[in-house]
């Protein structure tokens, strides 16, 4: 059975940091993708980072290019996405989540695995 569990989420003042983990039990794959998803109050749940396994690309929504890294450790099957530069727009439950296929898109919501979620805010 796969179990993703998130840790690392808290309250931090704009242009703080933080890092995500997200460690991953019952799931090993070659392929496919691991990526990162949030979903604010009254609205839909967006890709932000996503990892494609096979060739460790990585993709990123626009508005956190260049503040979000996505990363894994294969060693521990953790995921982590480390925030910088962070904004109030940022404020969200963070998940992360896992499929064994590619796919076109890493970061459209189609993942079979996903975690529990953890909040994040970020205050002005």
């Known amino acids: 059975q796969v179990q993703l569990v998130e840790s690392g989420g808290g309250s931090v003042q704009a242009g703080g940091s933080l890092r995500l983990s997200c460690a991953a039990s019952g799931y090993t794959s070659t392929s496919g993708c691991r990526a990162w998803f949030r979903q604010a109050p009254g609205q839909e749940r967006e890709g932000v980072a996503a990892l494609y396994i096979d060739d460790n690309t990585t993709d990123y929504v626009d508005s956190v290019k260049g503040r979000f890294t996505i990363s894994r450790d294969n060693a521990k099957n953790t995921l982590y996405l480390q925030m910088s530069s962070l904004k109030p727009e940022d404020t969200a439950i963070y998940y992360c989540?896992?499929?064994?296929?590619?796919?076109?898109?890493?970061?459209?919501?189609?993942?079979?695995?996903w975690g529990q979620g953890t909040q994040v805010t970020v205050s002005s």
């Open positions: 989540a896992a499929r064994t296929f590619r796919g076109k898109d890493c970061l459209k919501p189609l993942y079979p695995y």
